[in-house]
């Protein structure tokens, strides 16, 4: 049975891609012309939320004819993962490929980069670790980042904006890091170097209890493992 605007309208996959898809394009609409395609893109997706938030973050360049286009030419030749994963973690893994494949060589640099982070991150941290070279505009590029919706956005106490990653995200972009055995290392290192310098820093603070400290350390207790 062929559903139609109304109907699918209703659908919860279809209506959250559409509501993702307005919060990158606010003037998009499901119409009776786009509606076949919007369905078939989350028939694809398996309605799976992530899929569907990734692939609706593109509505602000392309049609969802365009989008669909696209998912029927790279997203069945993308393995991104073990094929013995179940199809719904397959579907995922692929979408996030895909998602990926689409960046810009510069976002892709600094997306595998960001993935050394655990917990989130500054963007202090973003321009100390992911582009110790300088040859990235990190704040352009992670904003394109967060539009993608691979990387989230949040206020901390101290009106620092943080940014992070969900682990599936997350895991894929340490993946494609860990491609490159000497970038993977040298992130690496940029990552414990910078988080240890400022926790020895901290250090006195947190001996006396400096409240800013004290929630610093709590923010970033996760780096702070992972430096150790």
Partial sequence: QVLGRDELALVPSVRLFVERAQDAKADFDLTEENAPAVAEICQ?????????????????????????????????????????????QQTLRKTIAWSYDLLSEEERILFRRLGVFAGGWTL????????????????????????????????????????????????????????????AQAIRRAHATFFADLALAAWGDLTVGVPKAVRWVRAEEANLRTML
């Fill in 44 to 88: 694809r997706l398996d309605g799976l939320p992530l899929a569907l938030e990734l692939a609706a973050a593109r509505i602000k360049i392309l049609s969802p004819f365009a989008l669909l286009a696209r998912l029927d030419r790279r997203l069945p030749l993308l393995t991104g993962g073990a094929q013995d994963l179940p199809d719904r």
């Fill in 124 to 183: 202090e941290a973003a321009e100390a670790v992911a582009n110790g070279d300088g040859g990235l505009d990190v704040f352009e590029e992670l904003t394109s980042l967060v539009d993608k919706s691979l990387v989230g956005q949040s206020e901390a106490a101290d009106d620092e904006p943080r940014f992070t990653m969900l682990e599936t995200i997350r895991e894929f972009a340490l993946e494609q890091l860990q491609e490159d055995i000497e970038e």
